[in-house]
């Protein structure tokens, strides 16, 4: 049987932490950021963790295991 090619996609938008847990980047950050304030611009800056009901979605896109049990 072939390997699993990555989703190259996903692997652009999401990044997996040391512990194997995906973040992802908030939406909204860069369309008409002028007249947002600063405290959401900001939150902006930090990463989402993503929920886990999308986690195993996430793993068979990438191809591999990211929950350490």
Request: overall charge positive.
């Amino acid at each position: 049987m072939s390997k699993l090619k990555t989703h190259k996609a996903t692997a652009k938008r999401f990044k997996i932490t040391g512990r194997g847990k995906p973040r992802r980047r908030k939406q909204m950050r860069s369309h008409l950021r002028r007249k947002k304030s600063k405290r959401v611009k900001r939150q902006f800056a930090k990463d989402l963790e993503v929920r886990p009901s999308n986690v195993k979605q996430i793993e068979r896109l990438l191809g591999k295991r990211l929950r350490q049990k």
